[in-house]
């Protein structure tokens, strides 16, 4: 059984650039949270997708958005990419339904490198 | 707003020494509690997790972690490390009731001498 996996591993842009990453959930699974862990700090949550949408946002621009397919996998884009961009991304995969938690597994990440 | 913190950044103990992990978050309402651990090159994987019942709470490979509701904590221990536990700790906080989302500390490095 496949866990969470994300692509690409490592990935280098420039300053203004858009990026693309991409992540599919643990079998059976049909949430998918994505957080951003800068060198040194933990994971910081950036949005979860339910259901093909966003069900929550965590303290980041508008330059961060996402998407949902109906497979469950999903995209992080970051657009007018910063040097601050620069950071491991996590994508973790859960069962949605309802408030109670549901473990969230986690995949390698994609390391992001903004020069 | 909610947080969560780590109070040592790096820990540096020789094998067969004990380990505790300072955790303390900040929020009123109800949390479900986890300690994640990242080994080098690995992902990050849940270690133990607290939702409700006995505070002390035991893990996979020894670990166990108690949560003191008072003091809005929940620290990690180990009576005897080994090399093979050097590896990054994160403590996270899931408040209940207003939230999705998981809430990390900013973790603590630990470093197992042979």
């Known amino acids: 059984d496949a866990g969470v996996t994300q692509s690409p591993t490592h990935l280098i842009k420039t300053r203004g650039q858009q990026v693309t990453l991409r992540c599919s959930p643990k079998?059976?699974?049909?949430?998918v949270s994505w957080y951003q862990q800068a060198l040194g700090q933990g994971p910081q949550f950036i949005f979860q997708y339910y259901e093909e949408e966003e069900r929550q946002r965590g303290n980041f621009p508008d330059r961060f958005s996402g998407h949902q397919f109906p497979n469950y996998s999903s995209e992080l884009n970051v657009n007018a990419l910063l040097l601050g961009d620069s950071a491991l991304y996590l994508c973790a995969s859960s069962l949605g339904q309802g408030r109670t938690y549901n473990e969230q597994f986690f995949g390698p990440g994609t390391r992001l490198t903004v020069l | 707003a909610q947080s969560v913190s780590q109070h040592n950044h790096h820990v540096i103990l020789s094998e067969a020494a004990s380990l505790e992990l300072g955790c303390n978050y900040s929020y009123g309402g109800t949390v479900n509690l986890f300690w994640y651990v990242q080994y080098p090159g690995q992902h990050l994987q849940l270690l133990l997790k607290y939702f409700s019942g006995d505070p002390l709470v035991k893990g996979i490979k020894g670990f166990e972690a108690e949560f003191i509701k008072s003091k809005f904590s929940f620290n990690l221990r180990k009576p005897s490390v080994q090399w093979s536990d050097t590896a990054e700790y994160f403590c996270?906080?899931?408040?209940?009731?207003?939230?999705?989302?998981?809430?990390f500390g900013s973790g603590t490095r630990l470093l197992v001498r042979p």
């Open positions: 079998s059976g699974h049909d949430t």
């Open positions: 996270a906080v899931f408040p209940m009731d207003s939230s999705y989302k998981l809430i």
